[in-house]
C-alpha cells in the first residue's frame, strides 16, 4: 500500500496581508530613518538595514513556527507562560535601562525585548486553560484562574516601568467574553476607564454629584419595581470612593511622563515644546499628507526630523505625510482586514484551544493598532505602543509574528487531509 503524506492547508490571505504589513512598514521606516551619513544599503548603523534583517529573520521564524506539529504548541503552552514569566522577572536583576524602562536584555550590541514574546506565551495558556474540559468562564473560581493567568504578566510589566506594553493584557478579556464571560466585566471595566478620565477632567466632587443625581434619577424611574435602595446606595457609594481615589492613583502611581500626556490630552496643559512636542508634530505630518500626501521620502516633517522617535511608535505620522489619506486607509483597511480574518478564522476552528488563541491574536493586533493610531492623531496619550508589523524593533516583529503564525499553523492544521 503507497504512504500516505499529510498536507496542511495555510490560510495565504492572512499571510498576504501580513506580507503587505511588514513591506509597508519597512518602507516607511527606510524614509523616516533615511540619512545622509548612510554608506551604503548595507551599513547596519542605519536603522531600516537592521529592520531589513529583522525581517529576514522572521521568515526564517516563520518557517520554523509553520513546521511544527499544532498539537506541540497546545501540549507546552504552560511551559511557554513559565518561560515568559521567568524572562520578565529576570529583567529586575539582569535588564538594561533604555529609555527610561527596564524592559531589555542586551546580548553585546543586540537587545531583545520579553515581554513582546509574553503576549504569545499568555495566549497560548489562557487558551489552554479555558479549552480544558472541567473550565466553565460561568463559575467564578475558573474566571478568577483566568484573570491571574492575564494579570501575572502585566504586574511583572508595569515596574519596569512599561504601563503601555501592561496595558495590552486587558485586550485578553475579549476572547474570555466570547468563551462565556459575562458581559458585566466589559460594562465594568468601560464604566471604570470613563469614571476614571471623567474624574481627572472635572474633579471628584463634580463627579461625586453626577453619580448622586443620575442614580436618583434611575432609581425613581423605577419606583414601581420596588428596587432595593440599599443596592443603589452601595453601587453609588463605590462609585464616589473610586473617584476620590482617583486622584491619589494617578499622582502614585503614575511617572511624571505618563500624568503629563494625559493632562495634555485632557487640555489641562499646552505644551508643544516639552512633553507635548511628539504628538503635535506629528499632528502637523499627518495634516501635511492631505489626500494623496507628499510621496515616497519627500515629507517635511519626517525629513527634518521633527517627530521624534517617529520609526517606532510614531510611525503611522509618516504614513500620513507621504502617503496621505488614501495611503493611511490602505493601511487602515489591511489592519481592519487582517483582524476580521482572523475571528473568521478563529469562529471556523474544530477545537476550542484554536478558538481561543485566535480570538487573543486578533484582540491583541486590535488593541495596538487602535491605541496607536489614536495616540499619534492625539486622541490618545502617549503610552508607548508600537504599531504591529510598521514600528521598527526586532523583538516588537518577532513577537508579532510568532503570535499570528502560530495561529495561521493552527488553523492550517484544521484543515488537514491525508
Not at 499568555?122 to 491571574?148: P, R
Not at 495634516?287 to 521620502?297: D, F, I, Q, R, S
Request: charged residues 10%; positive net charge; contains cysteine.
Amino acid at each position: 500500500m503507497a504512504g500516505s503524506r499529510t498536507y496542511v492547508r495555510f490560510d495565504w490571505l492572512m499571510i498576504f496581508m501580513y506580507i503587505a504589513l511588514v513591506i509597508m512598514g519597512w518602507i516607511n521606516i527606510y524614509s523616516a530613518s533615511l540619512s545622509d551619513t548612510a554608506k551604503g544599503f548595507w551599513d547596519f548603523d542605519q536603522i531600516y538595514a537592521r529592520q531589513f534583517m529583522f525581517i529576514g529573520f522572521s521568515i526564517l521564524l516563520i518557517i520554523f513556527l509553520l513546521a511544527i506539529e499544532s498539537k506541540f504548541y497546545e501540549k507546552f503552552a504552560s511551559v511557554f507562560y513559565i518561560i515568559s514569566l521567568v524572562s520578565l522577572l529576570g529583567l529586575f536583576v539582569f535588564g538594561k535601562n533604555i529609555s527610561g524602562a527596564t524592559s531589555w536584555y542586551t546580548f553585546g550590541s543586540f537587545s531583545l525585548q520579553p515581554s513582546e514574546f509574553a503576549k504569545a506565551a499568555t495566549a497560548l495558556a489562557l487558551a489552554k486553560y479555558v479549552s480544558d474540559i472541567q473550565t466553565n468562564m460561568q463559575e467564578l473560581k475558573h474566571q478568577i484562574a483566568a484573570f491571574i493567568i492575564i494579570a501575572l504578566p502585566a504586574i511583572l510589566i508595569v515596574p519596569q516601568p512599561d504601563p503601555g506594553s501592561a496595558l495590552i493584557y486587558a485586550a485578553f478579556v475579549f476572547p474570555l467574553y466570547r468563551e462565556g464571560l459575562h458581559g458585566v466585566y466589559l460594562l465594568l471595566g468601560l464604566f471604570g476607564v470613563m469614571l476614571f478620565v471623567s474624574t481627572l477632567a472635572f474633579g471628584a466632587v463634580w463627579v461625586a454629584v453626577a453619580i448622586v443625581l443620575i442614580g436618583s434619577i434611575i432609581f425613581f424611574r423605577n419606583r414601581k419595581k420596588r428596587p432595593s435602595i440599599i443596592k443603589y446606595v452601595l453601587i453609588a457609594a463605590g462609585c464616589i470612593a473610586f473617584a476620590f481615589s482617583v486622584s491619589y492613583i494617578f499622582n502614585n502611581m503614575f511617572e511624571q511622563r505618563h500624568r503629563d500626556r494625559f493632562n495634555i490630552v485632557l487640555g489641562k496643559e499646552v505644551d508643544a515644546r516639552g512633553i507635548g512636542y511628539n504628538t503635535h508634530q506629528s499632528e502637523i505630518a499627518i495634516a501635511n499628507g492631505g489626500w494623496l500626501g507628499k510621496g515616497w521620502t519627500q515629507g517635511t516633517q519626517t525629513k527634518g526630523n521633527f517627530v521624534p522617535e517617529q520609526h517606532t511608535d510614531y510611525i503611522f505620522s509618516t504614513v500620513g505625510e507621504e502617503w496621505g489619506f488614501v495611503g493611511s486607509m490602505v493601511v487602515v483597511l489591511l489592519f481592519v482586514g487582517l483582524i476580521l480574518r482572523i475571528i473568521f478564522k478563529a469562529e471556523k476552528q474544530k477545537s476550542q484551544f484554536g478558538r481561543v488563541y485566535g480570538y487573543s491574536v486578533a484582540a491583541i493586533l486590535f488593541f495596538h493598532f487602535f491605541v496607536n493610531v489614536g495616540m499619534v492623531l492625539g486622541i490618545f496619550p502617549t503610552v508607548g505602543i508600537p504599531l504591529p508589523f510598521f514600528s521598527y524593533g526586532g523583538s516588537a516583529l518577532w513577537g508579532f509574528t510568532i503570535l499570528l503564525f502560530i495561529f495561521v499553523k493552527l488553523d492550517g492544521a484544521n484543515y488537514h487531509y491525508s
